[in-house]
């Protein structure tokens, strides 16, 4: 169940089979090679040379390793930018991007499709039956470095077309973005520009399609991909590696071409990019946040319609943060162990050696640039030892659905109202929140089946669709919404019945104003629950009794039936109460668990996971079998019993 990413192109071939004997000696199963080769496998425009490649595919197989084949389209060469300067990106600023990094070019570039379609098949057509090769990954990081959107002549004229199929008349588009406002208005689709290089701001609904636009673009070139490898392979798995927490395009829509979802696990860049609250910065810092990778799991397990793999794990510090501190001893292995509880069916590193040139000279890996085995490959392979003796059961459902949109994100993106009510840290809270409390959580989408769940939660939704507002009707349990849900139609305005738009069939309330206040002035919150909530606050028309107010008498907690209205952005008391009290109405037992503690269920298997700074007692049954560690469980460490 593990894996590594490695560079053979980057260090002579005298060193390729002893690597490769290292790798099974370590416990790796899998090797993914060749996402960035193509200035190696076409050194000028129609040069093939793939001879290389056979031979480090000769030899993994040879030594037991299955191949995982990218396709190097993340990474084009200098002759392709030369002599087709159109497959180059342009960012908002209107600039043409050069050569030299990577990820500068254009997915909607018919040139660009072309020349991708054209090695990706002769990959194919070469290694799509090779029994070493295991599966392909397509491309690598789709969105990362900014690239998601694209402001190119090409992009533009894909988006009009999509406007067109999306509207059919002119007309429906201003009505749609309500173009009348500011004079906006179109003639014909021709006339519509990308939203970018605009004083003041673009309208909301033209930035919202243009990003529906952008992530379509991405899926649409990847399942482009994943075509042209299945035409040509058999028996091989495609999937690509996603990044966690990125909202810039909707993988469970890009998860059409796919066979699994994978993603790239980088705990302590991620934990030094958030803004945590009171002292985790400080205290996760060498951990990583146990959320952090916890979500990425839960996420593309879902996106992947229940199967995923980590497709790079770090190893060890990274290189792209602000700052970069070592993870403590024992973490590789902890975060390698927190996926596989969460279902992950591979855990792959980056990367087998620290290469010593160029932009990632400090980034680690499993080896030192001398080739010695590093912390992080010594801890691999003792996963791998564990993991001989612990065979895995397949995940089962959660108790708890958290209904996650990638819309929603866009949609407070692009109208914010306040600093602070971001998407991703509305998110990130609400499911610390759950998994402080031990349980684990399945992300679904709206308009998902909620049937089986005890509890849903719906931090923020920005539309409620007729299939929202049916899944959540259909719902089993105890249903819990976030302020800001139904607020917008699908054309980004006001609902005509005003928030919370359809979801007033189920909870008889109306969001007759908003108010967002600065962080230093929190309103009271009183009743069943109590705390704060300023960030967003909602002032409620509704003939129901609340069962909280804030300080000035307004309504800001309501039950109808089993569904739960918050009309605010909670601070953590106001958090903490409303979702004990939600999970208490759904008879699910919960405690709070020690600072850093995170319990996961697999099958018949329990896991402690502990991220916090303190040895803590695993809440095992008393007389639980323990076959990890055991009951005593210590920082950075794991233990595992079955009930
Ligand atoms: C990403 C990329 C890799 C590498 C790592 C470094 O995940 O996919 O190629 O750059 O980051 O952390």
Same mark, same amino acid.
């Given at each position: 169940?593990?894996?590594?990413?490695?560079?053979?192109?980057?260090?002579?071939?005298?060193?390729?089979?002893?690597?490769?004997?290292?790798?099974?000696?370590?416990? !790796?199963?899998?090797?993914?090679?060749?996402?960035?080769?193509?200035?190696?496998?076409?050194?000028?425009?129609?040069?093939?040379?793939?001879?290389?490649?056979?031979?480090?595919?000769? !030899?993994?197989?040879?030594?037991?390793?299955?191949?995982?084949?990218?396709?190097?389209?993340?990474?084009?060469?200098?002759?392709?930018a030369?002599?087709?300067?159109?497959?180059?990106?342009?960012?908002?600023?209107?600039?043409?991007?050069?050569?030299?990094?990577?990820?500068?070019?254009?997915?909607?570039?018919?040139?660009?499709?072309?020349?991708?379609?054209? !090695?990706?098949?002769?990959?194919?057509?070469?290694?799509?039956?090779?029994?070493?090769?295991?599966?392909?990954?397509v491309?690598?990081?789709f969105?990362?470095?900014?690239?998601?959107?694209?402001?190119?002549?090409?992009?533009?004229?894909?988006?009009?077309?999509?406007?067109?199929?999306?509207?059919?008349?002119?007309?429906?588009?201003n009505?749609?973005?309500?173009?009348v406002?500011?004079?906006?208005?179109?003639?014909?689709?021709?006339?519509? @520009?990308?939203?970018?290089?605009?004083?003041?701001?673009?309208?909301?609904?033209?930035?919202?399609?243009?990003?529906?636009?952008s992530?379509?673009? !991405?899926?649409?070139?990847?399942?482009?991909?994943?075509?042209?490898?299945?035409?040509?392979?058999?028996?091989?798995?495609?999937?690509?590696?996603f990044?966690?927490?990125?909202?810039?395009?909707?993988?469970?829509?890009?998860?059409?071409?796919?066979?699994?979802?994978?993603w790239?696990?980088?705990?302590?860049?991620?934990?030094?990019?958030?803004?945590?609250?009171?002292d985790?910065?400080?205290?996760?810092?060498?951990?990583?946040?146990?959320?952090?990778?916890?979500f990425?799991?839960?996420f593309?397990?879902?996106?992947?319609r229940?199967?995923?793999?980590?497709?790079?794990?770090?190893?060890?510090?990274?290189?792209?943060?602000?700052?970069?501190?070592?993870?403590?001893?024992?973490?590789?292995?902890?975060?390698?162990?927190?996926a596989?509880?969460?279902?992950?069916?591979?855990?792959? /590193?980056?990367?087998?050696?620290?290469v010593p040139?160029?932009?990632?000279q400090?980034?680690?890996?499993?080896?030192?640039?001398?080739?010695?085995?590093?912390?992080?490959?010594?801890?691999?392979?003792?996963?791998?030892?564990e993991?001989?003796?612990?065979?895995?059961?397949?995940?089962?459902?959660?108790?708890?659905?958290?209904?996650? @949109?990638?819309?929603?994100?866009?949609?407070?993106?692009?109208?914010?109202?306040?600093?602070?009510?971001?998407?991703?840290?509305?998110?990130?809270?609400?499911?610390?929140?759950?998994?402080?409390?031990?349980?684990?959580?399945?992300?679904?989408?709206?308009?998902?089946?909620?049937?089986? /769940?005890?509890?849903?939660?719906?931090?923020?939704?920005?539309?409620?669709?007729?299939?929202?507002?049916?899944?959540?009707? @259909?719902?089993?349990?105890?249903?819990?919404?976030?302020?800001?849900?139904?607020?917008?139609?699908?054309?980004?305005?006001?609902?005509?019945?005003?928030?919370?738009?359809?979801?007033?069939?189920?909870?008889?309330?109306?969001?007759?104003?908003?108010?967002?206040?600065?962080?230093?002035?929190?309103?009271?919150?009183?009743g069943t629950?109590?705390?704060?909530?300023?960030?967003?606050?909602?002032?409620i028309?509704?003939?129901?009794?609340?069962?909280?107010?804030?300080?000035?008498?307004e309504?800001?907690?309501?039950?109808?039936?089993?569904?739960?209205?918050?009309?605010?952005?909670?601070?953590?008391?106001?958090?903490?109460?409303v979702?004990?009290?939600?999970?208490?109405?759904?008879?699910?037992e919960?405690?709070r668990?020690?600072?850093?503690?995170?319990?996961?269920r697999?099958?018949?298997?329990?896991?402690?996971?502990?991220?916090?700074?303190?040895?803590?007692?695993a809440?095992?049954?008393?007389?639980?079998?323990?076959?990890?560690?055991?009951?005593?469980?210590?920082?950075?460490?794991?233990?595992?019993?079955?009930?």
């Open positions: 169940m593990l894996g590594v990413c490695y560079y053979p192109e980057q260090w002579p071939a005298a060193m390729w089979a002893e690597d490769a004997r290292r790798m099974r000696e370590v416990g !790796i199963s899998f090797v993914r090679v060749a996402e960035f080769a193509w200035s190696r496998l076409e050194p000028r425009p129609g040069e093939l040379r793939f001879e290389w490649l056979d031979e480090v595919i000769a !030899i993994l197989g040879a030594a037991g390793l299955r191949v995982v084949l990218g396709t190097p389209t993340a990474t084009p060469p200098k002759w392709l030369d002599r087709s300067p159109e497959v180059l990106m342009v960012d908002a600023q209107g600039r043409r991007r050069r050569h030299g990094g990577r990820r500068h070019t254009d997915l909607s570039s018919p040139v660009f499709w072309e020349e991708s379609r054209r !090695i990706v098949a002769l990959m194919a057509e070469r290694y799509g039956r090779d029994p070493h090769v295991a599966g392909w990954q491309d690598n990081e969105g990362c470095h900014d690239s998601a959107v694209c402001y190119s002549p090409a992009a533009e004229a894909g988006f009009r077309l999509w406007l067109e199929r999306r509207y059919g008349t002119v007309e429906a588009l009505a749609a973005w309500g173009t406002f500011w004079s906006m208005e179109y003639g014909s689709f021709a006339e519509v @520009d990308a939203p970018h290089l605009v004083v003041a701001d673009a309208a909301p609904a033209h930035l919202l399609d243009f990003q529906r636009y992530s379509d673009r !991405i899926a649409a070139y990847g399942q482009m991909q994943a075509d042209t490898i299945r035409a040509a392979s058999r028996d091989q798995f495609v999937t690509t590696n990044m966690g927490m990125f909202f810039e395009l909707d993988p469970f829509d890009a998860m059409r071409a796919y066979d699994f979802a994978s790239d696990s980088y705990p302590l860049g991620h934990t030094d990019r958030l803004t945590l609250p009171g985790e910065n400080q205290v996760f810092a060498r951990t990583g946040h146990p959320d952090v990778p916890g990425s799991n839960d593309y397990r879902a996106a992947g229940g199967r995923f793999w980590i497709m790079e794990q770090q190893p060890g510090p990274v290189n792209w943060a602000e700052h970069n501190p070592a993870p403590l001893p024992g973490m590789v292995r902890l975060w390698t162990w927190q596989l509880a969460q279902g992950a069916e591979v855990v792959s /590193y980056f990367r087998w050696r620290q040139y160029a932009q990632e400090m980034h680690a890996a499993l080896n030192r640039p001398d080739d010695r085995l590093d912390r992080g490959g010594h801890e691999a392979a003792q996963v791998a030892r993991l001989a003796a612990l065979p895995l059961d397949p995940p089962a459902r959660a108790p708890v659905a958290l209904v996650v @949109d990638l819309e929603t994100e866009w949609i407070t993106r692009f109208l914010p109202q306040s600093r602070e009510f971001t998407y991703k840290s509305i998110l990130l809270s609400w499911y610390t929140e759950l998994r402080g409390l031990g349980l684990d959580v399945d992300v679904l989408r709206p308009g998902d089946d909620l049937s089986g /769940y005890a509890l849903t939660v719906v931090p923020t939704l920005g539309t409620v669709s007729e299939a929202a507002l049916a899944s959540f009707r @259909d719902a089993g349990g105890v249903v819990l919404y976030g302020p800001r849900t139904g607020a917008k139609t699908a054309d980004f305005a006001i609902p005509p019945n005003l928030p919370p738009g359809r979801l007033q069939d189920l909870i008889p309330l109306k969001v007759a104003r908003v108010e967002t206040l600065r962080p230093e002035m929190p309103v009271a919150v009183a629950v109590a705390g704060a909530g300023g960030l967003w606050r909602e002032f028309e509704s003939d129901l009794e609340p069962l909280a107010r804030f300080d000035d008498g309504g800001a907690f309501y039950a109808a039936g089993r569904h739960h209205y918050l009309a605010a952005c909670p601070d953590p008391t106001l958090l903490a109460a979702m004990a009290y939600v999970v208490g109405e759904a008879g699910l919960s405690a668990l020690p600072r850093g503690l995170r319990l996961q697999r099958g018949s298997l329990t896991f402690a996971l502990n991220f916090g700074p303190d040895a803590v007692e809440p095992a049954p008393a007389g639980a079998a323990f076959v990890l560690g055991g009951r005593r469980v210590a920082p950075q460490d794991v233990a595992a019993w079955r009930c």
